[in-house]
């Protein structure tokens, strides 16, 4: 495979990972798009494939998916082995009750023999 296919390759198993992850329901799948190893940089997430499988069926996993507000499709930038997702969504306004506006998630995962084997974002650690 040339590198150019790689890299979509693994653009493309991020999304799918992603469409995954978010819903409890399926997120038992994605244990086939990333290693047994797993290593989680998220302060508020254990390292290892069945504790990211675990941690998207926990409350605190439903507030963050209700607090994401996506605001359209994410954009998906590789290089190396490295992808970068970045998610558009709404926050709400600090100031303008009811209000929200648009703001910007970034998420990178380092990807070995095709599958995530690093993640990193920019979460602080919750109490």
Known sequence: MDEKSI???NKQAVARFMEL???PNKSDQVADFITESYIQ???NIPSGRQAIIDFTKSERAQT???EMRPAGRPVLVAEG???V???PRKVPHPTRPGEFYNSYWFDMW???NGKLAEHWDAAPLEP
């Open 7 to 9: 890299l979509e390759a």
């Open 21 to 23: 992850l978010v819903d």
């Open 41 to 43: 940089h998220n302060p």
């Open 64 to 66: 963050a998916r209700d």
């Open 81 to 83: 082995d490295l992808v």
């Open 85 to 87: 997702m970045m998610l």
């Open 110 to 112: 380092r990807i070995e």
